[in-house]
């Protein structure tokens, strides 16, 4: 090869790196300048297929996933681990790369993918968040970190808005903080009350890990009428449900509550035990339908005369026995002359919302003492509408959200 063909592609090989820097400039620009923000779905990963032939695809695999490795490991928090989305969404071979290196909540304890929101938290230190309440639009912000910052610029991690209907009230749950359509790619799930407020059922978007499902009612598509071919979930999926002691007499004392999670095996904080951990979100509805219609012919699915829409688990001989959680108990407080708790400092103003749950666990079952009285979720007031949240394995962001929702909707019949 003559000396000028080589300078010929040194130049074409500097001009594509300068153009690529530039739009990740801009692209960080455009992030740091924007303050509700939630994390990126997994649509914006996807390229082009051009994009696989470019001079980012061809770098050698070992400097690849050196470049990639040194990123993750030195963007621990968010805005700046949004880099990481960055890099995986430079092409597949990135992206294969940065979703291998990428480790879930358990075990780095950190955000980085939408399907974190739905894996697992830490076991051993909690994920600390807040919940900022609009009064004015019934909406709230499940956002990342201690406490509010005073610029607004704070992780969004998911969004609520309670709807109330003539028999119940739904918090429909999105990635997005302006996108409560549950016909949009930005819908994860939704929490649903009873007439009195005191009993509360959580549906997923998705359907749970490893687990048989069946159809409780009609079988029918969530998206307008407008969409064509709408990239969706088909289905809600009952994956839990949250209790309140009806307090009639109003009698002293601090109100009861029970959580039953469905798809969380009570094995899960049994020594050496594990929680189902999802790896991506469901697919179109078209596979979504394809996958379960194909269970059609190799087990029976029994169809309910319920009007409902969701779909349950399904409650065989052979399934595990699901989580059970419950507040933890106060002491009362002579001096003070109220139930109290210890929030270490996370919780600052009194209130009927604030609990602390831990596992419901019976004389016969193999769990360590410690684990019996770990915390897995607390849940308390700090500000007029700030709350804050922290939650621990087996539990993830999404299910510790819509426990907490359910404290916003609780009657006073049961305070």
């Given at each position: 090869?003559s000396?000028?063909?080589i300078?010929?592609?040194?130049?074409e090989?500097?001009?594509?790196?300068?153009?690529?820097?530039?739009?990740?400039?801009a692209?960080?620009?455009?992030?740091?300048?924007?303050k509700q923000?939630?994390i990126?779905?997994?649509q914006?990963l996807?390229?082009?297929?051009s994009?696989?032939?470019?001079?980012?695809?061809n770098?050698?695999?070992?400097?690849?996933?050196?470049?990639?490795r040194?990123?993750?490991?030195?963007?621990?928090s968010?805005?700046?681990r949004?880099?990481?989305?960055?890099?995986?969404s430079?092409?597949?071979?990135?992206r294969?790369?940065?979703k291998?290196?990428?480790?879930?909540?358990e075990?780095?304890?950190?955000?980085?993918?939408?399907?974190s929101?739905?894996?697992?938290?830490?076991?051993?230190?909690?994920i600390?968040?807040?919940?900022?309440?609009?009064?004015?639009?019934?909406t709230?912000?499940?956002?990342?970190?201690?406490?509010?910052?005073?610029?607004?610029?704070?992780?969004l991690?998911?969004?609520?808005?309670?709807?109330r209907r003539?028999?119940?009230?739904?918090?429909?749950?999105s990635l997005?903080?302006?996108?409560?359509?549950?016909?949009?790619?930005?819908y994860?799930?939704?929490l649903?009350?009873n007439f009195?407020?005191?009993?509360?059922?959580?549906?997923?978007?998705?359907?749970p890990?490893?687990?048989?499902?069946?159809p409780?009612?009609?079988?029918?598509?969530?998206?307008?009428?407008k969409?064509?071919?709408p990239?969706?979930?088909?289905?809600n999926?009952?994956?839990?449900?949250?209790?309140?002691?009806?307090?009639?007499?109003?009698?002293?004392?601090?109100?009861r509550?029970n959580?039953?999670?469905?798809?969380?095996p009570?094995?899960s904080?049994?020594?050496g035990g594990?929680?189902?951990?999802?790896?991506?979100?469901?697919?179109?509805?078209?596979?979504?339908f394809?996958?379960f219609?194909?269970?059609k012919?190799?087990?029976?699915i029994?169809?309910?005369?319920?009007?409902?829409?969701?779909?349950?688990l399904?409650?065989?001989?052979?399934s595990?026995?699901?989580?059970?959680l419950?507040?933890k108990?106060?002491?009362?407080?002579?001096?003070?002359?109220c139930?109290?708790?210890?929030?270490?400092?996370?919780?600052t103003?009194a209130?009927?919302?604030?609990?602390?749950?831990?596992a419901?666990?019976e004389p016969?079952?193999?769990?360590?003492?410690?684990?019996?009285?770990?915390?897995?979720?607390?849940f308390?007031?700090?500000?007029?509408?700030?709350?804050?949240m922290d939650?621990?394995?087996?539990l993830?962001a999404?299910?510790?959200?819509?426990?907490c929702l359910?404290?916003?909707d609780t009657?006073?019949?049961?305070?």
């Amino acid at each position: 090869m003559s000396f000028k063909s080589i300078v010929r592609e040194l130049k074409e090989m500097r001009d594509g790196i300068g153009s690529k820097s530039r739009r990740g400039v801009a692209a960080g620009k455009h992030w740091h300048s924007r303050k509700q923000t939630h994390i990126a779905p997994d649509q914006t990963l996807l390229s082009s297929d051009s994009s696989q032939h470019s001079l980012w695809a061809n770098l050698p695999p070992e400097l690849l996933l050196d470049i990639v490795r040194r990123v993750e490991e030195s963007e621990t928090s968010w805005p700046a681990r949004a880099v990481v989305v960055f890099c995986a969404s430079v092409c597949r071979t990135w992206r294969e790369v940065t979703k291998e290196i990428v480790q879930t909540p358990e075990q780095c304890g950190r955000f980085t993918f939408p399907i974190s929101l739905k894996q697992p938290g830490p076991r051993e230190s909690p994920i600390q968040c807040f919940i900022r309440r609009d009064r004015g639009t019934s909406t709230y912000h499940l956002c990342f970190g201690l406490v509010p910052s005073e610029d607004g610029s704070d992780k969004l991690l998911l969004a609520a808005r309670k709807i109330r209907r003539a028999t119940c009230t739904d918090f429909v749950i999105s990635l997005a903080a302006n996108d409560f359509s549950r016909a949009s790619n930005s819908y994860v799930g939704k929490l649903r009350s009873n007439f009195l407020g005191t009993k509360f059922t959580i549906y997923d978007s998705q359907p749970p890990c490893d687990m048989t499902i069946q159809p409780t009612g009609g079988m029918s598509r969530r998206f307008h009428s407008k969409q064509v071919s709408p990239r969706l979930p088909a289905y809600n999926y009952r994956i839990g449900s949250i209790s309140y002691e009806l307090n009639v007499l109003r009698t002293r004392g601090p109100r009861r509550m029970n959580c039953i999670m469905a798809t969380i095996p009570f094995s899960s904080i049994e020594e050496g035990g594990a929680a189902p951990t999802p790896t991506s979100f469901a697919q179109s509805f078209d596979e979504q339908f394809f996958s379960f219609t194909s269970l059609k012919g190799k087990e029976p699915i029994t169809y309910s005369s319920s009007p409902s829409p969701s779909l349950s688990l399904a409650s065989t001989p052979g399934s595990p026995q699901p989580l059970a959680l419950k507040n933890k108990a106060p002491r009362w407080h002579e001096q003070l002359q109220c139930w109290c708790l210890n929030f270490r400092g996370r919780v600052t103003v009194a209130s009927v919302k604030n609990f602390q749950l831990v596992a419901a666990v019976e004389p016969s079952h193999n769990v360590p003492l410690a684990e019996q009285e770990k915390v897995i979720l607390q849940f308390g007031k700090i500000g007029k509408d700030i709350f804050t949240m922290d939650y621990h394995y087996p539990l993830s962001a999404f299910q510790a959200f819509a426990i907490c929702l359910s404290s916003f909707d609780t009657k006073p019949a049961c305070e």
